[in-house]
Nanobody
Framework: QVQLVESGGGLVQAGGSLRLSCTAS????????MSWFRQAPGKQRELVAL???????NYAGSVKGRFTISRDNAGNKVYLQMNSLKPEDTAVYYC????????????WGQGTQVTVSS
């Protein structure tokens, strides 16, 4: 009933910028958290940034000051503006939707590859 689709990944040089987007379709929700995770080869999947229904945000220490998460007014899209990219940011980036109302549910996107070259 819910599908998340990420876009905006690609290859960029160190110091450059990318903007990822995630669109949720199929259902509408109110009490939700939308977040970005990433997973590099051989590493655990880690939380990068999140934004909740009230607009509060949180960031991993490794990206704070460089990345910005935001939502559109309808709440069905979330973005990740990534500036001052480093090779260490290379990973598959995943969008996640957490629904807190009712029985609760979570959904994952398929992921988008971000590669930062030296």
């Amino acid at each position: 009933q819910v599908q998340l689709v990420e876009s905006g990944g690609g290859l960029v040089q160190a110091g450059g910028s990318l903007r990822l987007s995630c669109t949720a379709s199929g259902s509408t929700f109110s009490l939700i958290t939308m977040s970005w995770f990433r997973q590099a080869p051989g590493k655990q999947r880690e939380l990068v940034a999140l934004v909740n229904s009230g607009g509060s945000t949180n960031y991993a220490g490794s990206v704070k000051g460089r990345f910005t998460i935001s939502r559109d007014n309808a709440g069905n899209k979330v973005y990740l503006q990534m500036n001052s990219l480093k090779p260490e940011d290379t990973a598959v980036y995943y969008c996640k939707l957490d629904v807190w109302a009712g029985p609760g549910a979570n959904y994952w996107g398929q992921g988008t590859q971000v590669t930062v070259s030296s």
